[in-house]
């Protein structure tokens, strides 16, 4: 059975970086399989970030291409956001998710608050 | 981006009940389109793949059709625990979007 568990601080000041980790367990991150990680800002609805192969390649959002950089640790069979310059505006409950021709197993999310 | 347009933006109806909700596209999608079911303080469950397909354990009183632009998620006999939050998503091209909910509550 798939699990995914976010991880990361869940306060960031504004101007910082945000920076979450998704541990990935029942499965090999290395498989044929795409690694996302989606968004919620409190009371509203999901926003697509990007995503990662196990290779290396990624897409990612044009909403925020200029601040993201999604990585994958195969050796710790995880994968990783980094947001930078941090705004109000950017918090949100995370989710990590395998693409499996869909979203078909999700984190259980965090939520990050970008505050001083 | 594709923008996804939901309808409608809340439902009420009772136990038993056929709903469906309606999702557009802002320009073709082929079939690339997913339905999610999301509860308050949880993550979203996937239901629905290729506009049609159920995911495996997802009741058969779900169901989805459409194709282009136009799609739709029925739920034939409502059940108490299909009181949610429902997102269609599509990924026919890069970003990924959603829609931006339906929220299906008790009459």
């Known amino acids: 059975q798939v699990q995914l568990q976010e991880s990361g601080p869940g306060l960031v000041k504004p101007s910082e970086t945000l920076s979450l980790t998704c541990a990935v367990s029942g499965a090999s991150i290395s498989s044929s399989d795409w690694w996302s990680w989606v968004r919620q800002p409190p009371g509203k609805g999901l926003e697509w970030i990007g995503e990662?192969?196990?290779?290396?390649?990624?897409n990612y959002n044009p909403s925020v291409q200029s601040r993201v950089t999604i990585s994958v640790d195969k050796s710790k069979n995880q994968f990783s956001l980094r947001l930078t310059s941090v705004t109000a505006a950017d918090t949100a409950v995370y989710y990590c998710a395998r693409w499996g021709g869909g979203m078909d197993v999700w984190g259980q999310g965090t939520t990050v608050i970008v505050s001083s | 981006d594709i923008q996804m347009t939901q309808s409608p933006s809340t439902l009420s109806a009772f136990v038993g009940d056929r709903v469906t909700i309606t999702c557009r596209a802002s320009?073709?999608?082929?079939?690339?389109l997913a339905w999610y079911q999301q509860k308050p303080g949880k993550a979203p469950k996937f239901l629905i793949y290729?506009?049609?397909n159920l995911e495996r354990g997802v009741p058969s009183r779900f169901s989805g059709s459409g194709s282009g632009t136009e799609f739709t998620l029925t739920i034939s006999s409502l059940q108490p625990d299909d009181f949610a939050t429902y997102y269609c998503q599509q990924y026919q091209s890069y970003p990924y979007t959603f829609g931006q909910g339906t929220k299906l509550d008790i009459k």
């Open positions: 320009q073709s999608i082929s079939n690339l």
């Open positions: 990662i192969y196990h290779l290396g390649t990624t």
């Open positions: 290729k506009a049609s």
